[in-house]
Each structure stands twice: as structure tokens, then as C-alpha cells.
């Protein structure tokens, strides 16, 4: 389904942010990419969704959906492809919606975007996925303003939305860093849940171990721009082969001799 083959990516004039990496994902998996920040997880998956920040570019290599290089799209087909087929979740969903619009106005305007719909027709789906994310009075929170949302309700917005069209691909940035633990649990919960539901295939990308492991089907630990550590969850939590995967590891907290991400 996805296909990303040795890949190199490069700011401006500066030495390459990504080189060398590979991978290969199927419908419905789920693959984790873990590593500190500036390691060049983030940059993977702009890659991906062609929105590579500033004079960033892919150098060398391809990445292919469906069997269709993304490389050479043009402005209207990358268009008809975001937020249908491939949709994103960033650290902060709350910080993409605009504060001086009602969510309600903001969802309509996304929904009618990429399909033609009545405004009524919109309102009804953008509720009905808000009642997905299991928030509470979907038609009040239409008519609120971001500021009068909690930081976890608005990420569950910006989830509603980015599933809005059954995407075949979700790549989420980070989504749960922000959030209080609780609300992390049930975010990725419910990430999980659109993966059993609608078969969507999620790259998720997060400094945080446990969350990884959790929901990985792989696991792709990065360090300073290239991949150290790749393979299924069992793998790569039972036999790294890097050092830095198996300090990784080690920064897991215990509690009474049992590791959070057993």
C-alpha cells in the first residue's frame, strides 16, 4: 500500500536530514517511527504528504502509494489526495483550527472542500464523526469556538476531520504529546479502533516508547537522520540490534520488576 525506497531528504544547503530509509506497510498496519527529537521523524512522514517545510526536498530515492510515485504530483492531485485518501494528525490539532471561527464553520468548509455536498449535509456528517470521537453533544462543540474546548477535545476535532473520508492512510505527528495521560490512553484508543473499523493504515510518530510499542505492528527507531533499529514489535522490543534502541529501552520506567512496554 505504502512503499517508501531509500529515501534521502535534505534542507536547502545543509547536510541530509534523512538518509537511507525504507519501508514497506500494508492495509490496515499500523507502523511506529520512535527516536529523539531532531532524529528526522517528523520530516518522514512531510515527505510523505509532499509538505516538506522551507527549501526542503527529497534528494534521492521514491515513495510510492498504491504503486503510483507521489514524487511527480501535481498541485491538483496532491489536492484530491489529501484529506480523502490521506489525511494527518499533528501535535496540536487545536493550533491548525482557526481561533476566531466556530468549529461547526470550519469542519463544513473542509467537508465541502473535497466533496460536493450541501452545507446541512456537511453540518450532519461533521457531527456524526465528532459523535465517533465519542465527544460529548457533537452539536453544541459545532458551535463553539477552539478556545472553549479542552486540549483533548480539540485533538479528537482534528482526529474527526482528518477520518472524515475513511482515509487509507493516517499519518499523525505526535498527536498524544500534548495531552494529560488519560486523555493519551483514550486517543490512542480510538486510533486503534479506526484501524478495526475502517482498515486504515497509520504511521504514527512519537518520542514516546510505551505509546509506540502499544500500537505498533513495526516498530522504526530513528537516530540523527537514519534508521538504527526496523521490524515487528516482538523484534525490536526483544532483540535490538542498536545500542541506542536498547537505551531506549532501558529509560522505560518499571514498576514491581514489570516494564511498561511488556
Same mark, same amino acid.
Given at each position: ?66 504503486? &503510483? $510515485? ?8 496532491? +489536492?484530491?489526495?489529501? =484529506?480523502?485518501? @490521506?489525511? *494527518? ?22 467537508i ?22 465519542r ?7 459545532? &458551535? $463553539? ?8 477535545? +480539540?485533538?479528537?476535532? =482534528?482526529?474527526? @476531520?482528518? *477520518?472524515?473520508f475513511s ?24 486510533m486503534m ?34 534508521v ?26 518499571e ?8
Amino acid at each position: 500500500m505504502l512503499e517508501i525506497k531509500d529515501l534521502a531528504v535534505q534542507y536547502g544547503k545543509q547536510a541530509p536530514t534523512i538518509e537511507h530509509f525504507n519501508l514497506s506497510m500494508k492495509k490496515g498496519e499500523i507502523i511506529s517511527v520512535v527516536g529523539e527529537s531532531g532524529s528526522g521523524k517528523t520530516t518522514v512522514i512531510r515527505a510523505v504528504l509532499g509538505a516538506l517545510a522551507g527549501a526542503g526536498r527529497v534528494t534521492s530515492g521514491d515513495i510510492l502509494f498504491q504503486g &503510483k $510515485s507521489l514524487l511527480n504530483n501535481s498541485r491538483d492531485e496532491w +489536492r484530491k489526495l489529501r =484529506g480523502t485518501k @490521506m489525511s *494527518m494528525i499533528f501535535q496540536d490539532c487545536g493550533g491548525t483550527l482557526n481561533p476566531i471561527r466556530k468549529i461547526g464553520s470550519q469542519y463544513v468548509e473542509y467537508i465541502c472542500t473535497h466533496r460536493k455536498m450541501s452545507k446541512d449535509e456537511a453540518w450532519k456528517l461533521g457531527v456524526t464523526m465528532l459523535e465517533k470521537m465519542r465527544l460529548p453533544d457533537a452539536e453544541n462543540i459545532m &458551535k $463553539s469556538y477552539p478556545h472553549q474546548l479542552s486540549g483533548g477535545m +480539540r485533538q479528537r476535532v =482534528g482526529i474527526a @476531520m482528518a *477520518m472524515t473520508f475513511s482515509p487509507e492512510l493516517l499519518l499523525a505527528d505526535e498527536p498524544t504529546s500534548a495531552l494529560d495521560v488519560t486523555t493519551q490512553a483514550q486517543i490512542v484508543r480510538q486510533m486503534m479502533e479506526l484501524r478495526d473499523s475502517f482498515g486504515t493504515s497509520i504511521i504514527i510518530v512519537t518520542h514516546n516508547l510505551g505509546v509506540a510499542a502499544y500500537m505498533a505492528d513495526q516498530l522504526i527507531v530513528m537516530k540523527n537522520g537514519k534508521v538504527v533499529d526496523q521490524g515487528t514489535r516482538d523484534e525490536v522490543m526483544s532483540h535490538p540490534t542498536n545500542d541506542y534502541t536498547k537505551k531506549l529501552l532501558e529509560a522505560v520506567p518499571e514498576m514491581e520488576g514489570r516494564r511498561f512496554v511488556s
